[in-house]
C-alpha cells in the first residue's frame, strides 16, 4: 500500500518558506488527576504551513487530541489547563500572527469556526441530539453569515449537498439520531465547511466508518480544500496517512517524537519509535501467517511517564542516559526533527 501512495507526495509538498498559518509552541497542557496535577502535553511545537495536509500519529494517549483541542482553548477546565506555550495563527502570510491562547471570548468565537474548525471523532458529541440538522447548520451558517433565516436554511441545505446527504432539504428537519454514523460525520463536516476555514483540525474523522465512507470523506475533505488552506489530520491510520498527508508529526508521551515530510518518514523513519509503528504495518507482499513487528511493552500512564526520554521503557535501542536525560528535538540536515540521542551528531 503505502509505497505507491508515497511517491505520489513529490508533487504536492507544501512551500515551506511561507510563514506557517498555524505555529504551536512549546504547548503545555496537564490535568488534575486525583488532587495532583499530571502533564498531559510536555511541550509540544509544530507548524502548519499553507495548503498542507499535515498528519499526527502516536498511539493512544500519546497526546493527539489534547493538541487539537488546545488550539481551540476547548480543554475541559476543570480538571484540564494549557499551563503554558503559544497558538501563533496568521490569518494571511504578511499578516502578524495572533495568540489564540490570548484571545479575548468574542474574538476566539471568531477565529473558531471561521478560521479554525474542528472535526471530532465522535460527531454526536458536536452535534446537539435535541436540535435538528438543520437547524444545527442553520446556526453555523448564522453565526458566520450576515444572511437572514430562510437564506440561512438555503445555505444548510445547499451544504448537507455537497457533503452527499441526499434529499438534503427534507432531512434538514430530522435530528442527528435519524442519521447513520457517516450521515452525521458528513453533517459535522458541513458545518465545519459552511465557514470556509483555513484550518481544518480533524480528529479521527474516519475512524467509526466503513471503509467506502471514509475514502469518501477524506475525499471530500480533500475537495474542499483550497490552495491555502490546510488540514491537521490524527489518525491511527496509517495508510492513510501515507496517502494523505505532505508531512507528519510523531507523537509520544505527550512529546513531539519525530516530524517529517510523509515520504522521508516512511522510507526511512529514523525515531526508534517511528521506526517501531512503520513495522507494525503490514508490508506489501507480506505471506500469509507472517507475523507483524509489535512495540514491546505497553503505552506507560502521563502519571508513569519516565523522566528521560518518554520512551525509553520501550525502545530496543536504548542507552543509560535515555532513563535520566530527555533529548531535545534535534533538527538535522535534511529538515527531519529527532527526538532521540542516537542523532545528537547528525544535529545541525
Ligand atoms: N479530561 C481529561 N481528564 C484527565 N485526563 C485526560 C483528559 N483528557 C485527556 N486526558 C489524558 O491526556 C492524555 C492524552 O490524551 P489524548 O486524548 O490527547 O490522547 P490521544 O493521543 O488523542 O489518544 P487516542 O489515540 O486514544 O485518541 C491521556 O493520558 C488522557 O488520559
Ligand atoms: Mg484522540
Known sequence: MTESAVEDQTTRLPDQSASPTLS??????RFEIEKNWVTAVGGVSFDVFPGEVLGIVGESGSGKSVTAMSALRLIPQPPG????????????????????LQLPYDELRRVRGNEIAMIFQEPMTALNPVFTVGMQVREAVLVHEKVDRAEA?????????????????????????????????????AMALVCQP????????????????????????????????????????????????????????????????????????????????????????????????????????????????????????????????EPPLHVLDDGREVRCHLFEDEAK
Open 81 to 100: 489547563e494549557i499551563a503554558g506555550g503559544q497558538v501563533l495563527y496568521r490569518e494571511s502570510s504578511d499578516a502578524e500572527p495572533i495568540d489564540v
Open 198 to 325: 483555513k484550518i481544518l483540525v480533524a480528529d479521527e474523522p474516519t475512524t467509526a466508518l466503513d471503509v467506502t465512507t471514509q475514502a469518501q470523506i477524506l475525499e471530500l475533505m480533500a475537495e474542499m480544500q483550497g490552495r491555502d488552506e490546510s488540514i491537521v489530520l490524527i489518525t491511527h491510520d496509517l495508510a492513510v496517512v501515507a496517502e494523505r498527508c505532505d508531512r507528519v508529526v510523531v507523537m509520544y508521551g505527550g512529546k513531539v517524537q519525530e516530524v517529517g515530510t510523509a515520504r522521508d518518514l516512511f522510507h526511512h523513519p529514523k525515531h526508534p519509535y517511528t521506526k517501531g509503528l512503520l513495522a507494525s504495518l503490514p508490508a506489501v507482499g507480506a505471506k500469509k501467517g507472517e507475523r507483524l513487528h509489535a512495540i514491546p511493552g505497553n503505552v506507560p500512564s502521563i502519571t508513569q511517564l519516565p523522566v528521560g526520554c518518554k520512551f525509553c521503557t520501550r525502545c530496543e535501542e536504548v542507552m543509560d542516559r535515555c532513563h535520566t536525560e
Open 153 to 189: 436554511n438555503r445555505r444548510a441545505a445547499e451544504m448537507l449537498t455537497r457533503v452527499g446527504i441526499p434529499d438534503a432539504e427534507k432531512r434538514l428537519s430530522d435530528y442527528p439520531h435519524q442519521f447513520s454514523g457517516g450521515m452525521r460525520q458528513r453533517v459535522m463536516i
Open 24 to 29: 504551536v509552541r512549546d504547548l503545555v497542557v
